[in-house]
């Protein structure tokens, strides 16, 4: 590998380390605010990333895929937070709020990168594919978490639409990211995931080519 290669390949893991532990740290932040202090005595509300890295979903996955996958398509997620969701308030709206934070937060990310980042490039017009390497990795985190398959965020919508048991939910996030991975490779799933991204993305991706002159 090249010193090209592994230096991009290293800023990407950087993008990628930020995003998880804003996301992460969204979760952890709602809880704590509709009443469950349980990921906030773990140290969990912290933009820190050391707190949220999961070995395999923060360092090794990711990394494998970044400097050793031909192409660009990244996987990665962080340590899941914990929630006793007996403490908090609104019941499964509330944990559906949970839930969603961490979605919300990297499209707000999208939102902040495409103004900061747009203006910024039009001053440092090398700095425009930086800002949309931080966009799309967003985009991929906000739309792969929607999936409704446990333990990704999107299933928790499923789970209160279909009343199901934490028991039940318990078992399937034991097998769920080895469902995602099959579902990636042997499914449309993988274009399905483009197409969501695509179109979430492009009003932040005009308003970055707007601000940076494009």
């Not at 290669?5 to 704590?32: F, K, M, N």
Request: some cysteine.
């Amino acid at each position: 590998m090249d010193a090209d290669r592994l230096a991009q390949g290293l800023v990407v893991y950087l993008i990628l380390l930020i995003c998880l532990s804003v996301h992460e740290w969204a979760h952890a932040w709602t809880a704590d605010k509709l009443g469950d202090p349980t990921a906030r005595n773990l140290g969990r509300v912290t933009l820190n990333p050391i707190p949220h890295i999961d070995l395999i979903g923060t360092v090794l996955l990711p990394l494998f895929m970044i400097l050793f996958s031909p192409g660009f398509f990244l996987i990665g997620w962080g340590k899941p937070v914990p929630v006793d969701r007996r403490n908090l308030r609104n019941g499964a709206k509330g944990d559906i709020q949970v839930a969603m934070a961490g979605p919300v937060s990297n499209l707000l990310l999208c939102l902040v990168g495409c103004i900061i980042g747009g203006l910024f490039a039009r001053v440092v017009p090398g700095a425009l594919e930086l800002v949309m390497m931080f966009l799309y990795i967003n985009l991929l985190l906000a739309c792969f978490n929607m999936i409704p398959i446990p333990p990704l965020d999107g299933s928790y919508l499923l789970k209160h639409a279909v009343k199901m048991s934490d028991a039940t939910y318990a078992r399937l996030a034991q097998f769920g990211f080895l469902i995602i991975i099959l579902l990636l490779n042997f499914t449309p799933l993988f274009q399905i995931l483009l197409m969501a991204m695509s179109a979430i993305g492009w009003p932040y991706f005009a308003v970055l080519e707007f601000l940076a002159g494009q």
